[in-house]
């Protein structure tokens, strides 16, 4: 008898990744509260930019 496992495949999302380019401080700083950064609320809008793409190096 042949067994076959039958796997899950990973669904795809279909959100878009937020344009944050275009969004103002207070919007990114919405969307890191979201998130749960810790010390967004004292970050500038290159830091928070940096923290919202995971480009930082944590």
Not at 5 to 26: F, I, L, T, W
Not at 29 to 44: L, N, P, R, T, V
């Amino acid at each position: 008898m042949l067994l076959r496992r039958y796997h899950k495949k990973e669904e795809q999302s279909n959100e878009v990744a937020p344009d944050y380019d275009g969004m103002k401080v207070p919007e990114l700083k919405e969307e890191a509260k979201k998130q749960g950064i810790e010390g967004y609320s004292e970050m500038k809008r290159d830091e928070l930019l940096e923290v919202l793409r995971g480009d930082s190096n944590e």
